[in-house]
């Protein structure tokens, strides 16, 4: 009679013999005894003698594995556990939980997991340790609709359990991506059944730093799902190309605008114009799950045949499965702006010099030296926008910005200028490039980039930081200019 190898089951006897057959018992004539006398115990499960394979496993593995209360290195006489198995039928057991992948059920998927599961997912820093958080996990990742392949592994078996650690490859049937991670499974015998005890999945080191994979020319194809969504006169459509928490610096505006519905607004007017765009100069950098395209561009204005030009930035980041715009600056070109002051329609409109316009990071520093966040966000105009270093929740009001450098002030930061590019304006000024701080708290010296476009107020004359985006080096976030790998969501 052919049997598989899961089935090939050892009984227990009647009686004392249950209890004898979890003891060393000596003699060849008694463990003959026994299993001639057995009787078929549950599948998959084996009354180990003294000569197993698993009972010989546990004489060379010291100490004490224990999974919940049960330790599953030493039987006990109520407790059967499962038979020596092969490191086929190990690796057979992803096909299980990949086969529950495919019903796109997620209760199914978690009833794969032990009672007492951990699961270590790739892109959450949560740990899911019961159903209901495993199958919450799950909800999401089923809508990719993954199927995986094992391209590497390795496996151990233990004492009623077993491990399986390697690389697996994730076709997302809703997408046609691929992706890799590295993996580790844990397998217990639990209720008669493999169950997964251990399950962590992580993206693969040499790519660690990528999430998604753009080449440059797709950066440039970016604007041309914006410059169409212009074409639709819908500003809704247009303001839905920005992010979440997208900033948006018009041309003709000093308002910057923080959320869809400022965004949409500033569109509601300028699509009367029927704006259709066309880069002439476009520069591309990528990093990790962003990319930025910044050059110039020049407008049609379909209602009234005006040709425009102007310099640009887009910063596009990966959200929700699409390229979105989280900042985007547009500026006069400086040669049109530069004019002579009195040929603006404001004869009072200041245009500052390129020292003055230097000059103004002074006060925002003088004001960090006080170490009074009142100070510092006193320097901020009105209607301020703040992209901080290391925060991504944008500043927009007094006393968000003030909350900031509570914290920050207690670094003790001192900046300087490095690198300086200015542009001016009737009343407005911009100053891009390069500080480095100097934290007197700790002695650390940190670079960054940095830009200001401050605004002159209106009621006291003085110059206020209308926009300050601070970001740290390239180089620092992204020390890996390849992109050849991307994120698993398993």
């Known amino acids: 009679m052919k049997l598989s190898s899961f089935a090939i089951i050892l009984a227990a006897s009647a009686g004392n013999h249950a209890v004898n057959a979890f003891t060393s018992v000596s003699g060849t004539n008694q463990r003959l005894a026994r299993a001639a006398s057995a009787t078929p115990a549950p599948f998959g499960v084996v009354i180990p003698t003294e000569g197993s394979a698993t009972a010989l496993a546990g004489r060379r593995r010291k100490g004490k594995k224990t999974y919940g209360k049960v330790n599953i290195n030493k039987p006990s006489a109520s407790s059967p556990v499962i038979k020596a198995v092969t490191e086929s039928e190990i690796r057979s057991l992803f096909s299980l939980w990949n086969n529950a992948l495919a019903t796109g059920d997620s209760r199914i998927v978690a009833k794969r997991y032990a009672k007492e599961a951990v699961l270590l997912p790739t892109v959450s820093d949560t740990p899911r340790t019961d159903y209901a958080s495993i199958k919450d996990y799950f909800d999401a990742f089923l809508l990719k609709e993954p199927q995986g392949t094992i391209l590497e592994g390795d496996i151990r078996i233990g004492d009623g359990w077993a491990q399986d650690a390697g690389i697996y490859e994730f076709t997302m049937g809703a997408t046609g991506d691929k992706v890799k991670a590295r993996y580790t499974y844990v397998y217990v015998f639990e209720n008669n059944q493999w169950k997964i005890a251990h399950h962590h999945s992580s993206v693969m080191p040499e790519g660690i730093d ?281």
């Open 210 to 490: 990528i999430a998604k994979a753009i080449t440059e020319d797709e950066v440039r194809g970016l604007f041309q799902l914006w410059n169409s969504a212009l074409d639709t006169l819908d500003s809704d459509a247009v303001a839905k190309r920005y992010a979440k928490t997208g900033v948006l610096l018009p041309t003709v505006s000093d308002v910057p605008r923080t959320d869809y519905d400022s965004i949409k607004d500033y569109f509601n007017a300028f699509l009367l114009k029927k704006p259709q765009g066309t880069i002439l100069e476009s520069n591309v950098m990528i990093g990790t799950n962003w990319c930025q395209d910044a050059g110039i561009y020049e407008f049609t204005m379909g209602a009234t045949g005006d040709k425009v030009k102007a310099r640009y930035s887009f910063i596009y980041t990966f959200e929700d499965g699409q390229w979105k715009i989280a900042h985007h600056h547009s500026s006069m070109m400086p040669e049109a702006q530069l004019e002579p002051v009195t040929t603006s329609a404001d004869p009072s409109a200041v245009v500052l010099e390129d020292k003055d316009v230097k000059s103004l990071f002074s006060l925002w520093n003088d004001a960090l030296a006080t170490l009074d966040p009142d100070a510092v966000a006193a320097r901020y105009s009105k209607s301020p926008c703040l992209l901080p270093t290391v925060s991504d929740v944008p500043r927009t009001d007094y006393d968000s910005i003030k909350a900031y450098f509570v914290d920050f002030l207690k670094k003790e930061p001192q900046g300087t200028i490095l690198e300086s590019y200015t542009t001016s304006g009737p009343n407005w000024c911009m100053d891009d490039g390069i500080y480095e701080f100097v934290f007197g708290a700790t002695g650390d010296i940190v670079k960054a980039r940095y830009s200001f476009v401050y605004t002159k107020d209106e009621n006291d004359d003085t110059w206020k930081i209308a926009h300050h985006h601070s970001s740290q080096m390239p180089e620092e976030v992204v020390p890996k200019a390849s992109l050849e790998a991307a994120v698993v969501e398993a």
